[in-house]
C-alpha cells in the first residue's frame, strides 16, 4: 500500500516564500507529482518528479529525494492567488497507473 | 485544445435513486481515471481506462458503482441505489504517456458534485 503524509495547513506573507513537504511510503514509485487545487475547483497540474533533484518551473519549484521518501513543493514571490491547497500524489508501479494522493495542504497568503 | 469536460456540474438525488455522470477526455488521450474527493480530502481512486478497457478497480468501487467506455472516447459513471455517503466530488482525469513525453500527467476535469439527500 501507499501512505502520504503533508501538512494540513500553512499560512504565508504575500511576496514570501513557502515549502510545503510530503513523505511517502509506497511499495513502488513511478513518479510524483503536484496539484494546486482551488475550492470547488479541479485539482491543476504543477510539477511532476521521477528523478532526484529539483524541477524548477517559474515561481513554483519541486524537489524529490527517493531514498527519503520525501519531497517539498517550493513556492515563491507569493501572491494572494496562490491561496489554494496544493496536492502532494505518488504513481505506483502496478498496472493501475493509478495516483495516490495526499489530504492535501492548504495555504493561505496574507496581504 | 479543449480540456476534460464532465456532466453535470451539479447533481442533487433522493437516496435510492439512480445516477450517471459523463466525461469526455482531452481528444488524444486514451487512459481515462475516475476518483472521488470529499471535503478536506485528496482525491481517491475508483478505476481506470486504457482505451475502452477497464484495467483496475478500486475496492472503493462497490458493486452498486459502474464504469464504462464503450468506444474508448468518452466514459460514464453510474451510481445505483445512491447513499448518502455517496456525496462527494466525483473527478475524472484523462492522460498519454505519448502525449506527455512519458510523465503521463493526468488532467483533472472539473468535476461533478453529488448530494444524495
Known amino acids: 500500500g501507499q501512505n502520504i503524509d503533508q501538512p494540513t495547513e500553512m499560512t504565508a506573507t504575500e511576496g514570501a516564500i513557502v515549502q510545503i513537504n510530503c513523505t511517502y511510503q509506497?511499495?513502488?514509485?513511478?513518479?510524483l507529482f503536484w496539484y494546486q487545487q482551488h475550492a470547488g475547483e479541479a485539482p491543476t497540474f504543477l510539477s511532476y518528479?521521477?528523478?532526484?533533484g529539483l524541477e524548477e518551473k517559474g515561481r513554483f519549484s519541486s524537489f524529490l529525494s527517493r531514498s527519503k521518501g520525501y519531497s517539498y513543493l517550493l513556492l515563491k514571490e507569493l501572491q494572494m492567488k496562490d491561496s489554494a491547497s496544493y496536492l502532494c500524489?505518488?504513481?505506483?508501479?502496478?498496472?493501475?497507473?493509478?495516483?495516490?494522493f495526499g489530504g492535501g495542504t492548504r495555504l493561505m497568503v496574507k496581504p | 485544445d479543449t480540456g476534460v469536460s464532465q456532466d453535470p456540474r451539479h447533481k442533487i438525488t433522493k437516496r435510492g435513486q439512480n445516477v450517471t455522470f459523463r466525461c469526455d477526455p482531452i481528444?488524444?488521450?486514451?487512459?481515462l481515471y475516475w476518483y472521488r474527493q470529499t471535503l478536506g480530502q485528496g482525491p481517491e481512486f475508483l478505476t481506470y481506462?486504457?482505451?475502452?478497457?477497464?484495467?483496475?478497480k478500486s475496492r472503493l468501487l462497490s458493486d452498486r458503482f459502474s464504469a464504462e467506455r464503450p468506444k474508448g472516447s468518452f466514459s460514464t459513471l453510474e451510481i445505483q441505489r445512491t447513499e448518502q455517503g455517496d456525496s462527494a466530488m466525483y473527478l475524472c482525469?484523462?492522460?498519454?504517456?505519448?502525449?506527455?513525453?512519458?510523465?503521463?500527467?493526468?488532467?483533472f476535469g472539473p468535476g461533478t458534485r453529488l448530494t444524495v439527500l
Open positions: 481528444s488524444e488521450h486514451n487512459r
Open positions: 500524489a505518488v504513481r505506483g508501479v502496478n498496472a493501475g497507473n493509478m495516483l495516490t
Open positions: 481506462f486504457q482505451n475502452e478497457a477497464q484495467l483496475e
Open positions: 518528479n521521477v528523478l532526484d
Open positions: 482525469a484523462s492522460s498519454s504517456q505519448a502525449a506527455s513525453g512519458g510523465a503521463d500527467t493526468q488532467y
Open positions: 509506497t511499495s513502488g514509485f513511478n513518479g
